[in-house]
């Protein structure tokens, strides 16, 4: 008789401990930085850019030179010749005048492995955007979209993250990850 209660009660407080063990190993937790993950970045322009020829540059950046890209001045960088530009880990995008409105920079670029080995947390998407633009730091800039690595940031699944170039800047449309 014994036996026939302690079996289930045994079993009953196995399973709420294996419960309480996998959530608390989730990887996402508030305020602290996930996994790192590399996704297919697709990049669109807007049908009022068709016309027009844009540049848009995917740099990889880890965490000691975020700050310095987030503040450098994009007039600077899209002028012929910047070091900056030209030292850049990047993949260049051409979007040419009445040719493709998309293009992407899928899983298979080897670009992903050497950005992994640099340790690599951020991709800037950088655009030449026609028509004189006042630089700001940030995402404040028109021309410049910090997208972050982190798995946390997106919802579970995400393999792909989506940004539409318009004539007034950037927007993600990858939703990003409810804040919990």
Same mark, same amino acid.
Request: with cysteine; net charge positive; proline share 6%.
């Given at each position: 008789?014994?036996?026939?209660?302690?079996?289930?009660?045994?079993?009953?407080?196995?399973?709420? %401990?294996?419960?309480?063990? /996998?959530?608390?190993?989730?990887?996402?937790?508030? #305020? &602290?930085?996930?996994?790192? @993950?590399?996704? +297919?970045?697709?990049?669109?322009?807007?049908?009022?850019?068709?016309?027009?020829?844009?540049?848009?540059?995917?740099?990889? %950046?880890?965490?000691?030179? /975020?700050?310095?890209?987030?503040?450098?001045?994009? #007039? &600077?960088?899209?002028?012929? @010749?910047?070091? +900056?530009?030209?030292?850049?880990?990047?993949?260049?995008?051409n979007f040419v005048s009445g040719q493709a409105?998309?293009?992407?920079?899928?899983?298979?670029?080897?670009?992903?492995?050497?950005?992994?080995?640099? #340790?690599?947390?951020?991709?800037?998407?950088?655009?030449?955007?026609?028509?004189?633009?006042?630089?700001?730091?940030?995402?404040?800039?028109?021309?410049?979209?910090?997208?972050?690595?982190?798995?946390?940031?997106?919802?579970?699944?995400?393999?792909?993250?989506?940004?539409?170039?318009?004539?007034?800047?950037?927007?993600?449309?990858?939703?990003?990850?409810?804040?919990?």
């Amino acid at each position: 008789m014994k036996n026939r209660f302690i079996k289930p009660f045994f079993a009953g407080g196995f399973m709420l %401990v294996l419960a309480t063990v /996998l959530a608390g190993c989730a990887t996402c937790k508030p #305020g &602290k930085p996930g996994p790192i @993950g590399k996704y +297919t970045i697709e990049i669109s322009l807007d049908e009022s850019l068709r016309t027009s020829s844009v540049i848009v540059d995917l740099v990889g %950046v880890n965490p000691s030179s /975020l700050p310095r890209w987030e503040s450098y001045d994009m #007039g &600077k960088y899209w002028k012929e @010749g910047d070091p +900056t530009r030209q030292d850049a880990d990047k993949v260049v995008l051409n979007f040419v005048s009445g040719q493709a409105l998309s293009q992407s920079m899928t899983l298979a670029d080897a670009q992903w492995a050497q950005w992994q080995s640099k #340790g690599v947390t951020h991709v800037l998407v950088l655009a030449d955007l026609p028509g004189a633009q006042t630089s700001r730091s940030g995402n404040q800039d028109a021309r410049r979209q910090i997208l972050s690595l982190d798995k946390c940031n997106w919802p579970d699944n995400t393999d792909k993250l989506k940004i539409l170039v318009q004539r007034s800047g950037m927007v993600v449309v990858t939703p990003a990850r409810a804040l919990q």
